[in-house]
């Protein structure tokens, strides 16, 4: 025995090899939001009306406002309280989102190992999880849009209001959910009924935040189970864990239902499959001719094909964890593309897991390699870690931070004039909520429709106690206000600030109308 130990003492621990997955994967991360940032999707990550709500929450709380939330059926629970934490840090509102970014991408990491497997029971299982975040990136990294509709569906992770924690929350599941079956959850011990508890907790969490995951993971999954079902009787008990998770979601949103302004009935139509159906040819259609737009959809559908290849190779060899796993990379998207058109939708951030599921089947890919693989030496592999870490932290680091510090001369006009003002304006949503995120005190801009109606969308609802205001805020997107009897633009003064423009009615108050939504 003592004259194998020289051979083995460059080779690396278990948990080296962890800790390296985990900084090559930093590296990714910090990589794939610096693309981001440094492109003109970084409208998204940083200016955005959406993608301020999350940022609103977090400086509400901190302020000490009373706390009466108009949401839409997405609660964003986790993102809210992972902004709150990194918020702590002191590092702005574009820094703070930026790290969140990153945060997110390594949370997709950790999801991904997961789902890749356990060591002892999977081949390689560090590189199958690093070679699907390293595939996400390079998608992530090609898109461009400025466009929230735009087909661009890898970048939305990075941002802390499209979804991001049920995105990880799905590929969680689907971790799990291979973890037991690995483990063989039949054999009735107490430690076979922790996977499946774990399983439900998270569909109970990520229902109650975000619904969607129910279409997105419970269904397809509870598919995927019934199949393997047929010759494995604990795959029924993971299956009834997830459905009942996800009704324990939905039960405990109720209590939350003064929260959710907008349940999301309204945006299923059926009738209306088929402008569906042409909504998203549509928008696949652009991001073909989009710059690297062929290159994303074939590098896909790829991943699709390779999908179906491992699980049918993988259900061969009896390897039922993980061919569960590269089926979620076919079924996923087949499940939720076709349900979304069915159901008459119209919201690219709808299909998502048509693009994150089929990473699902890149980590399991080395379950296919041969058996015998190269062990990890520790000195190249540390070399290639630290190297991949420094060029990331040094390529990367510097065009984040520009991106995140350049000045908007013109954001900074408004929120100068408002603070100093020391009155309360008002403007619409696509125009009122950056500035609005940047004040110190968000109060002290109020979200109205062009009717000067309090518009209680993704907003705080204390705001409009403040019950008038004194001047207004416009820009390009702001359709024209229709003002009160005997009031008109021509009665304030217009104070120029780039893009926006600020009307001051001095001391003429404009009462804010009833709320809506």
């Given at each position: 025995?003592?004259?194998?130990?020289?051979?083995?003492?460059?080779?690396?621990?278990?948990?080296?090899?962890?800790?390296?997955?985990?900084?090559?994967?930093?590296?990714?991360?910090?990589?794939?939001?610096?693309?981001?940032?440094?492109?003109?999707?970084?409208?998204?990550?940083?200016r955005?009306?959406?993608?301020?709500v999350?940022?609103?929450?977090?400086?509400?709380?901190?302020i000490?406002?009373?706390?009466?939330?108009a949401?839409s059926?997405?609660?964003?629970?986790?993102?809210?309280a992972?902004?709150w934490?990194?918020?702590l840090?002191?590092?702005?509102?574009?820094?703070?989102l930026?790290?969140?970014?990153?945060?997110?991408?390594?949370a997709?990491?950790g999801?991904?190992?997961?789902?890749a497997?356990?060591?002892?029971?999977?081949?390689?299982?560090?590189?199958?999880?690093?070679?699907?975040?390293?595939?996400?990136?390079?998608?992530?990294?090609?898109?461009?849009?400025?466009s929230?509709?735009?087909?661009?569906?890898?970048?939305?992770?990075?941002?802390?209001?499209y979804y991001?924690?049920?995105?990880?929350?799905?590929?969680?599941?689907v971790?799990l959910?291979?973890?037991?079956?690995?483990?063989?959850?039949?054999?009735?011990?107490?430690?076979?009924?922790?996977?499946?508890?774990?399983?439900?907790?998270?569909?109970a969490?990520?229902?109650?935040?975000?619904?969607l995951?129910a279409?997105?993971?419970?269904?397809?999954?509870?598919?995927?189970?019934?199949?393997?079902?047929a010759?494995?009787?604990d795959a029924?008990?993971?299956a009834?864990?997830?459905?009942?998770?996800?009704?324990?979601?939905?039960?405990?949103?109720?209590?939350?239902?003064?929260?959710?302004?907008?349940t999301?009935?309204?945006?299923?139509?059926?009738?209306?499959?088929?402008?569906?159906?042409?909504?998203y040819?549509?928008l696949?259609?652009?991001?073909?001719?989009?710059?690297?737009?062929?290159?994303?959809?074939?590098?896909?559908?790829?991943?699709?094909?390779?999908?179906?290849?491992a699980?049918?190779?993988l259900?061969?060899?009896?390897?039922?964890?993980?061919?569960?796993?590269?089926?979620?990379g076919?079924?996923?998207?087949?499940?939720?593309?076709?349900?979304?058109?069915?159901?008459?939708t119209?919201?690219a951030?709808?299909?998502?897991?048509?693009?994150?599921?089929?990473?699902?089947?890149?980590?399991?890919?080395?379950s296919?390699?041969?058996e015998?693989?190269?062990?990890?030496?520790?000195v190249?592999a540390?070399?290639a870690?630290?190297?991949?870490?420094?060029?990331a932290?040094?390529?990367?680091?510097p065009?984040?931070?520009a991106?995140?510090?350049?000045?908007?001369r013109?954001?900074?006009?408004?929120?100068?004039w408002?603070e100093?003002?020391?009155?309360?304006?008002?403007?619409?949503?696509?125009?009122?909520?950056?500035?609005?995120?940047?004040?110190?005190?968000?109060?002290?801009?109020?979200?109205?429709d062009?009717?000067l109606?309090?518009?209680?969308?993704?907003?705080?609802r204390?705001?409009?106690a403040v019950?008038?205001?004194?001047?207004?805020?416009?820009?390009?997107q702001s359709?024209?206000?229709?003002?009160?009897?005997?009031?008109?633009?021509?009665?304030?003064?217009?104070?120029?600030?780039?893009?926006?423009?600020?009307a001051?009615?001095?001391?003429?108050?404009?009462?804010?109308?009833p709320?809506?939504?």
């Amino acid at each position: 025995m003592s004259g194998s130990e020289p051979g083995r003492r460059d080779v690396l621990p278990h948990w080296a090899r962890e800790l390296l997955g985990w900084a090559l994967a930093a590296a990714i991360a910090i990589t794939v939001v610096a693309a981001v940032a440094s492109s003109s999707r970084s409208e998204l990550l940083f200016r955005d009306g959406d993608s301020m709500v999350t940022t609103l929450v977090v400086h509400s709380l901190t302020i000490g406002q009373a706390q009466d939330w108009a949401m839409s059926s997405v609660l964003f629970l986790p993102e809210i309280a992972m902004l709150w934490l990194l918020s702590l840090l002191g590092l702005g509102v574009n820094g703070t989102l930026a790290l969140a970014g990153a945060v997110n991408v390594l949370a997709l990491y950790g999801a991904l190992r997961i789902a890749a497997g356990s060591a002892p029971r999977a081949r390689a299982p560090i590189a199958g999880a690093l070679l699907a975040l390293a595939a996400f990136g390079l998608l992530a990294a090609g898109e461009w849009s400025p466009s929230r509709d735009a087909l661009e569906l890898a970048s939305l992770l990075v941002t802390t209001t499209y979804y991001s924690a049920t995105v990880v929350g799905v590929v969680l599941a689907v971790g799990l959910t291979r973890r037991a079956l690995d483990r063989d959850v039949s054999r009735g011990t107490r430690a076979g009924w922790v996977a499946p508890v774990a399983l439900g907790l998270v569909a109970a969490a990520s229902v109650l935040t975000n619904p969607l995951f129910a279409a997105w993971a419970t269904v397809p999954l509870v598919i995927v189970l019934a199949v393997v079902g047929a010759r494995r009787r604990d795959a029924w008990r993971l299956a009834g864990a997830l459905v009942a998770g996800s009704i324990v979601g939905y039960v405990a949103r109720i209590p939350l239902a003064e929260l959710i302004a907008n349940t999301g009935a309204g945006y299923i139509d059926p009738s209306q499959w088929l402008a569906s159906l042409e909504y998203y040819g549509t928008l696949l259609a652009e991001r073909w001719v989009a710059p690297w737009g062929a290159a994303s959809i074939t590098a896909v559908v790829l991943l699709w094909s390779l999908s179906i290849a491992a699980t049918v190779l993988l259900a061969r060899r009896r390897d039922v964890g993980a061919a569960v796993v590269a089926a979620c990379g076919w079924v996923m998207p087949l499940v939720v593309t076709v349900g979304a058109v069915a159901l008459g939708t119209h919201a690219a951030r709808y299909l998502q897991p048509a693009l994150f599921a089929p990473l699902l089947g890149l980590a399991v890919l080395p379950s296919l390699l041969p058996e015998r693989l190269p062990a990890t030496r520790a000195v190249p592999a540390i070399g290639a870690a630290a190297l991949a870490v420094a060029a990331a932290v040094g390529l990367g680091i510097p065009p984040l931070v520009a991106s995140a510090t350049a000045p908007d001369r013109d954001l900074q006009c408004v929120v100068q004039w408002t603070e100093d003002s020391g009155r309360t304006g008002a403007g619409q949503f696509w125009t009122i909520r950056l500035p609005k995120t940047h004040l110190a005190d968000p109060r002290r801009l109020v979200q109205v429709d062009h009717q000067l109606r309090g518009y209680a969308w993704l907003v705080n609802r204390d705001d409009f106690a403040v019950g008038e205001v004194s001047f207004l805020v416009t820009d390009a997107q702001s359709p024209a206000f229709d003002l009160p009897v005997g009031v008109s633009m021509a009665d304030a003064e217009l104070i120029p600030c780039g893009r926006y423009t600020i009307a001051d009615f001095g001391d003429r108050p404009l009462p804010i109308g009833p709320l809506r939504s």
